[in-house]
């Protein structure tokens, strides 16, 4: 169903990280809430103990005309190298070993960017999308929105909900989203979202994160959805995988 | 963007989207008001248009987003019914509800007002304030102007066009340039550029009710940035020196609600509703009977803060609104040994240890002496025994008497008595105790707890006593 030109509602699924528990239960609140289209804002695998499945998911909705771009994780694993940490890159050594070449290919040949009207999707900054730089700060927000030259840029890389706004004097402030709270983005300004992560929050809250963008009404929700996330953390366990995350922590 | 521009007036009859355009009724700096009609609703509508012209250009899109945004999120009796926006790319329009009454701004010809009327609009619009803040907005410019006041005297707040929402991006932050907001009205926070603090309407509530006591303006109207700055330091004159009608209550109100610190101010606009309607339980400081700007030395060190070290805008915390709550409790002033007072008065204190913004209203009721048995100086006196009472159960909380009033009701039906009065004082929570066990269940049917519980607009908290066992060696009766 790809019709650009009419989006009504786009689910914006960043950070997924193998998930597969977590990316189940966004898609499912996703689809009851109506969306009409999904963005994959990179970073689908690493870290977690559902590769394949993950990448068979993201593959299906692609073929039904949704965004994927690529995330850091996804090109290491492309590569077989490039992330920073020891432990990330036995992550990244583990799903290579359980991944069929095909899907290794296809995450290889994911874009950096998307553009599509006046909306860019990335993972980091669209500043410079390879070099995976984290947009945390207005600052960074600013660099992202000022390259991407658009009213919406939709992004992840950073496990945080985040929405940056741009003023009249050009400056960019940044907000932190109520779940659930649908705000206003008016295309008169240049916004900049960070949809959190579905897979590998960083928040003391392990519920799952995604946004949903009203293209029609210009309006953008986040949402938290709460799912059994014991379930992943036995798999990464059962896999031998580094438990980065702690799993445990949680309640 | 192909906005309508310059100058470009709607014509009476034109159609835009669902609703006809008829004429003018208020042309302002940032935007034209017409009367409007359309989708059949049971109230009359307005439109407001930005105007998108000229040097103000940015500002009026500011305030027309930030009020598209935050309006349609508030609701109750004391903000203008949204009804639909415009697409701010196409034809960028609200269209609202038409309040009807009349502005405070108009009634402000007739100041200085008597002070009981004073009290009486002035806790009108506070109860306005309250419920926008309850709501998780601060309104960041009240002054006359953007007050309505309904015929039936409940108080309107219009024109969210600075407004500040907790769960909405603040279009206005990091904004300098515009000293959002009027004026005389702004808090002195708003001045070092600090948004979303509630105190500041309160601040603001303290400026209109001083120039409804005196027809005056505390700080004037400041045209230079050293005028617009010395409230961040001054005391304005005592409204007693300018009219001399204005009683020590109110003056203790008025100048509370414009300490320069946001911390000595009243912590929640229920409060300041709460004061204005029970005179006599505000405790007066030094404030209610000053004839001149407060403490020198006070004040020297304020304007020292003000003028000698940097000007920093203070770091706003990012406080609950809700943190001040009002909380009553009911005391049987009859039965002062009955078993159940030491449980509610435990109960009160675990409340009052939560925080201490909590202010504690204490409400005796005490019954009707039979028609005609003593007359308006035994009421007096029964009213004055039982206010001792009171005050002597709350002596062990230890309550300054800034979060302490007291309360003695006469009335037949207990139950309507406290749910009325904690309606109309804005309380968040009543303690009170139940029915002895023994008594159960019949009892609770019949009870003060079970009246209160059922019709209370807020949460009520029922005190119960465990039933002891009976003494070993004794038997049921």
Same mark, same amino acid.
């Given at each position: 169903m790809r019709d650009s030109g009419n989006i009504l509602l786009l689910a914006l699924l960043s950070d997924i990280h193998a998930n597969l528990e977590a990316l189940d239960a966004c898609l499912a609140h996703a689809r009851a809430a109506g969306a009409t289209r999904h963005a994959f804002l990179g970073d689908l695998v690493g /870290?977690?103990?559902?590769?394949?499945?993950?990448? @068979?998911?993201? @593959?299906? &909705?692609?073929?039904?005309g949704a965004v994927v771009v690529q995330g850091n994780h996804d090109a290491a694993v492309a590569r077989s190298s490039g992330v920073s940490?020891?432990?990330? @890159?036995?992550a990244i050594r583990w799903t290579r070993s359980v991944l069929d070449p095909g899907a290794i290919a296809w995450l290889a040949s994911l874009p950096l960017?998307?553009?599509?009207?006046q909306r860019c999707f990335v993972h980091a900054s669209a500043a410079a999308p390879q070099r995976w730089e984290y947009v945390d700060t207005p600052a960074a927000a600013k660099k992202s929105a000022d390259a991407a030259g658009v009213p919406w840029t939709f992004c992840g890389h950073v496990h945080r909900q985040t929405l940056f706004f741009e003023g009249p004097s050009g400056r960019m402030t940044s907000f932190n989203p109520v779940p659930g709270v649908a705000v206003p983005v008016r295309s008169a300004r240049r916004w900049v979202a960070i949809a959190g992560s579905v897979g590998q929050p960083r928040e003391r809250d392990p519920a799952a994160a995604y946004a949903l963008f009203d293209s029609d009404r210009e309006r953008i929700t986040f949402y938290?959805?709460? /799912?059994?996330?014991?379930? =992943?953390? !036995?798999?990464?366990r059962a896999a031998g995988l580094p438990e980065l995350f702690r799993w445990s922590a949680w309640p | 963007m192909s906005v309508q521009t310059a100058g470009e007036r709607l014509s009476p009859g034109q159609q835009i989207d669902d609703f006809l355009v008829w004429e003018p009724l208020h042309i302002g700096a940032q935007g034209i008001l017409y009367r409007a009609t359309g989708r059949d609703l049971p109230f009359p509508l307005l439109m407001k248009v930005p105007r998108l012209q000229s040097?103000? +250009?940015? $500002?009026?899109?500011?305030?027309?987003? +930030?009020?598209?945004?935050?309006? =349609?999120?508030? +609701?109750?009796?004391?903000?203008?019914?949204?009804v639909a926006a415009g697409d701010l790319s196409r034809v960028p329009y609200l269209v609202l509800e038409h309040v009807r009454g009349k502005s405070l701004e108009s009634l402000l010809e007739d100041a200085p007002i008597p002070p009981p009327e004073v009290a009486r609009i002035g806790a009108a619009v506070a109860d306005a304030i309250h419920s926008?803040?309850? @709501?998780?907005?601060? &309104?960041?410019?009240?002054?006359?102007d953007n007050v309505i006041l309904r015929p039936d005297g409940e108080a309107v707040l219009i024109d969210f066009g600075f407004s500040w929402h907790a769960r909405f991006p603040d279009l206005f932050a990091e904004e300098e340039r515009f000293a959002a907001g009027s004026v005389p009205y702004l808090s002195p926070e708003q001045i070092l550029g600090v948004r979303g603090d509630p105190r500041s309407d309160i601040f603001s509530l303290g400026v209109i009710l001083y120039e409804m006591a005196t027809g005056e303006l505390p700080f004037g109207m400041p045209d230079s940035d050293g005028g617009l700055r010395q409230r961040l330091w001054d005391d304005p004159d005592p409204p007693a020196l300018l009219e001399p009608a204005v009683t020590p209550v109110l003056q203790e109100i008025i100048l509370r609600c414009l300490e320069p610190q946001a911390e000595h101010r009243y912590r929640s606009a229920a409060h300041v509703a709460f004061d204005l309607r029970n005179p006599a339980q505000v405790p007066l400081t030094d404030r209610a009977t000053r004839m001149r700007p407060g403490n020198f030395i006070t !004040?020297?060190?304020?304007?020292?803060?003000?003028?000698?070290?940097p000007l920093e805008a203070p770091v706003l915390v990012k406080r609950a609104i809700h943190a001040a709550p009002v909380i009553m409790v009911a005391v049987d002033t009859t039965h002062a040994s009955d078993e159940r007072q030491p449980a509610i008065l435990q109960a009160t204190r675990n409340m009052l240890s939560l925080s201490d913004e909590y202010r504690l209203v204490c409400v005796a009721v005490v019954p009707a002496p039979?028609?005609?048995? +003593?007359?308006?100086?035994?009421?007096?006196?029964?009213?004055? $025994? &039982?206010l001792t009472r009171l005050r002597s159960w709350t002596a062990p909380l230890g309550l300054p008497n800034q979060r302490l009033s007291l309360h003695v009701l006469v009335a037949g039906d207990a139950a309507s008595a406290l749910v009325d009065f904690a309606r109309r004082n804005q309380v968040d929570l009543i303690v009170l105790g139940a029915p002895r066990p023994k008594q159960q269940p019949l009892a609770w049917m019949r009870s003060v707890a079970s009246g209160v519980t059922a019709h209370a607009h807020c949460s009520v908290h029922v005190v119960r006593v465990p039933e002891r066992p009976p003494p070993p060696g004794t038997t049921a009766p």
């Open positions: /870290y977690g103990a559902d590769p394949a499945a993950v990448v @068979q998911i993201v @593959q299906r &909705h692609v073929g039904q940490s020891e432990s990330a @890159q036995d960017e998307v553009r599509e009207e938290r959805v709460p /799912y059994d996330h014991l379930a =992943p953390a !036995r798999k990464v | 040097g103000e +250009t940015a $500002e009026s899109l500011l305030s027309f987003e +930030t009020e598209a945004m935050i309006l =349609p999120a508030l +609701t109750g009796p004391h903000v203008p019914r949204f926008l803040h309850r @709501q998780d907005a601060v &309104h960041c410019d009240l002054k006359p !004040r020297a060190g304020r304007w020292w803060k003000a003028h000698v070290k039979p028609l005609g048995s +003593t007359g308006a100086e035994g009421d007096a006196a029964l009213r004055v $025994e &039982h």
